[in-house]
């Protein structure tokens, strides 16, 4: 119904930036909420950003003042600017909250992509 691609990982010294981006695309009306979550090795997925009815956002506390959340129509992104190594992770993209599916409230996730912070 819906399928999400992330793009924009790789590997950044520490004090870098990277911009991720995630496409969705299938047969919806709308989507609510976009945002991104990310999960270390031997971690639990944890939320970054969210952006909800394109407007509202909400930030976990690690990333705060670093990471900027934007979307524009069908595409979220996320600007992560000086990185620390404990941003490593696999970041992957969520859609919520989607117009014109048969249950509104269910998540969609990408792939994910890897970002690595190292020097």
């Known amino acids: 119904q819906v399928q999400l691609v992330e793009s924009g990982g790789g590997t950044v010294q520490p004090g870098g930036s990277l911009r991720l981006s995630c496409v969705a695309s299938?047969?919806?009306?709308?989507?609510?909420?976009m945002g991104w979550y990310r999960q270390a090795p031997g971690k639990q997925r944890e939320r970054v950003a969210h952006l909800t009815s394109g407007t509202l956002t909400t930030y976990g506390d690690p990333v705060k003042g670093r990471f900027t959340i934007s979307r524009d129509e069908n595409t979220v992104f996320l600007q992560m600017n000086n990185l620390k190594p404990e941003d490593t992770a696999v970041y992957y993209c969520?859609?919520?909250?989607?117009?014109?599916?048969?249950?509104?409230?269910?998540?969609?996730w990408g792939q994910g992509t890897q970002v690595t912070v190292s020097s």
């Open positions: 299938g047969n919806f009306t709308k989507i609510n909420l």
């Open positions: 969520l859609a919520t909250g989607i117009i014109g599916i048969p249950l509104y409230g269910t998540a969609f």
